[in-house]
């Protein structure tokens, strides 16, 4: 038996957003109501989390219990494995941080306020010129 985690989007007459591993192995938010899924590879949702908004969809964190469950004790090897591909997708998703045009290429030690940092990459992006990532490129 195939991994599934459409339930309960399945049962939702309403459009609602869910998270989907596409064939290139990226996370992609899609709209979805109860008669869509079956256009869909049930083993490529990702959680079985659904939205009311894509932006949502985006920002909410993704769950893996339902997927190391079925890595650890999923019915057949074929769903072990395709539990396993969608954990490894969300791992790569999570830890490959954005940056923005002013992040540094390395964070400052320096005691700058950490309300400074990018939101995605967590690095130093504050004005002072005595900050040590403006000062020490080599650092």
Do not use: K
């Amino acid at each position: 038996m195939p991994l599934d985690l459409t339930s309960p989007g399945n049962c939702n007459p309403d459009p609602h957003y869910r998270r989907y591993l596409r064939p290139d192995g990226t996370i992609h938010v899609v709209c979805v109501q109860d008669f869509d899924y079956r256009d869909y590879d049930t083993s490529r949702f990702i959680d079985e989390a659904t939205f009311p908004t894509s932006t949502e969809a985006e920002t909410a964190p993704i769950s893996t219990w339902q997927l190391v469950h079925a890595v650890e004790r999923g019915e057949d090897a074929e769903t072990r494995a395709q539990a396993a591909r969608n954990l490894e997708a969300v791992r790569c998703h999570v830890t490959t941080p954005g940056h923005r045009p002013q992040c540094r290429p390395h964070d400052c030690r320096c005691g700058c306020p950490r309300t400074q940092n990018c939101q995605d990459c967590h690095r130093c992006v504050c004005w002072r010129s005595t900050c040590c990532a403006e000062q020490r490129p080599d650092y």
